[in-house]
């Protein structure tokens, strides 16, 4: 029943911003923990970023690689989540994926996640 899609990747040279975000489909997206995972060729799927479940000024979690850059959002009258990505590096290049879980806990792992949207390429030109 829950279904993402992610838009707003793209190229950028180093030091530019791109703004993801992740349209849900399904019922109550406010019981759902709203998380952001990366994946670079030949590299397992890392996690970048997440937004705790319930209104829009939840707890957040960030990977130590993008703290200070990423903010992510959520606005649970339109059903989204957005993550603003500024300074972007080489290193942040990958497929970047929306993920939902209901009432996970913010630092969840890519496991605990169980929709998954199809990812959004963002690569990042040095």
């Known amino acids: 029943q829950v279904q993402l899609v992610e838009s707003g990747g793209g190229l950028v040279q180093a030091g530019g911003s791109l703004r993801l975000s992740c349209e849900f489909s399904g019922p109550t997206f406010s019981y759902y923990t709203m998380g952001w995972f990366r994946q670079a060729p030949g590299k397992e799927r890392e996690f970048v970023s997440a937004i705790l479940w319930g209104g829009g000024g939840g707890s957040t979690a960030y990977a130590d690689s993008v703290k200070g850059r990423f903010t992510i959002s959520r606005d649970n009258a339109k059903n989204t989540v957005a993550l603003q990505m500024n300074s972007l590096k080489p290193e942040d290049t990958g497929v970047y994926y929306c993920?939902?879980?209901?009432?996970?806990?913010?630092?969840?792992?890519?496991?605990?996640?169980?929709?998954w949207g199809q990812g959004t390429q963002v690569t990042v030109s040095s």
């Open positions: 993920a939902a879980e209901r009432f996970a806990n913010v630092r969840a792992g890519a496991r605990e996640y169980g929709r």
